[in-house]
């Protein structure tokens, strides 16, 4: 069994499209109701409404699994938002706020409400869906595409979901836990300007969901493989 959030189009509708494919029980979990009905239906997956920055919204969409399944073998943390491109000096707290609720409260939210179904499970993965954005060895390299994309807060945000992807692989030996970097997919939140289809980039999210159990935990990689912090 497996959830995704966010996942009513974009990246998550293909994750979950794929893991159906392959023969997996799926939630597509998305905080509209109309869309991920719609969604689920067309995909022929059950819909589970989950808004990741409401507390109350992710407790019930946990207990919902908890009735259907009883456990969870996969979690992809896959719902975030973007923020308006601004020089760093211009975003305020309340801006950064706004991001993080999504981008990395959401993910530890979601991941806390789900863990007594993952501990169910005799081999839970999750995956945090990061950014390449977030590592500061490309953004600390001139060369690197990511040094000259300046985007505080989502770019911070993705940075802390590393780390926080690093501190639950530790403390969670029983799991395997990774930040997978899409790429740049032409979605919504980018108005469809993105390098990568959406199938290039849900390669990566897939990969670390389906990990056997020799696979890694508490690293970060992209469809070729591993990415530097």
Partial sequence: ????TGANKGLGRETVRRLSERGWWVFLAARDRERGTR????????????????????????????????RLDVLVNNAGVGGPLLDPADVGADLLRVLYEANVFGPVRVTHAFLPLLRESNHPRIVMVSSSLASLTHASDPTRPESGFLSLDYASSKTALNMIV????????????????????????????????VEQAAESVIQMATLDREGPTGGFFDRNGPVPW
């Fill in 1 to 4: 069994m497996a959830l995704v």
């Fill in 166 to 197: 690093s501190q639950y692989a530790r403390a969670l030996p029983g799991f395997k836990i990774n930040a997978a970097d899409p790429g740049n997919p032409a979605t919504d939140m980018n108005r469809h300007t993105g390098m990568h289809t």
């Fill in 39 to 70: 969604a689920a239906e067309a995909l022929d997956v059950e819909f589970i409404q989950l808004d990741v920055t409401s507390d109350d919204s992710v407790a019930a969409a946990a207990k919902t699994v908890a009735r259907r399944t009883g």
